[in-house]
């Protein structure tokens, strides 16, 4: 079992940046693909990026291509997601998440960590 916790979230103006954090807990971490996902009101829930693991890849949703980042401190147990030139568009609700292997579903979910962008 992997348990994931999210922070960092918070309210940051337009054209700042923000970190968002995922711990992660359980033994089999290190050998787990990690997400991150994002859903705003009366949205559903949309991919942001991803972190394949062990052949290391990251991949990016288009809209935050070139403004988001995500990696990884397996010695932490710590997945970020570094978020810069924030949108309003960016605002939502993201989830950390966890996978066994690329290609298999999203198993594990964290409570999720508010961004909220002011224009």
């Known amino acids: 079992q992997v348990q994931l916790v999210e922070s960092g979230g918070g309210l940051v103006q337009a054209g700042g940046s923000l970190r968002l954090s995922c711990a992660a807990s359980?033994?089999?971490?290190?050998?787990?693909?990690m997400g991150w996902f994002r859903q705003a009101p009366g949205k559903e829930r949309e991919f942001v990026a991803a972190?394949?693991?062990?052949?290391?890849?990251?991949y990016y949703a288009d809209s935050v291509k070139g403004r988001f980042t995500i990696s990884r401190d397996s010695a932490k147990n710590t997945v970020y997601l570094q978020m810069n030139s924030l949108k309003p568009e960016d605002a939502a609700v993201y989830y950390c998440?966890?996978?066994?292997?690329?290609?298999?579903?999203?198993?594990?979910w964290g409570q999720g960590t508010q961004v909220t962008v002011s224009s």
């Open positions: 359980g033994r089999t971490f290190s050998t787990y693909n």
């Open positions: 972190y394949r693991w062990p052949i290391v890849g990251t």
């Open positions: 998440a966890a996978r066994t292997s690329q290609g298999s579903n999203w198993t594990f």
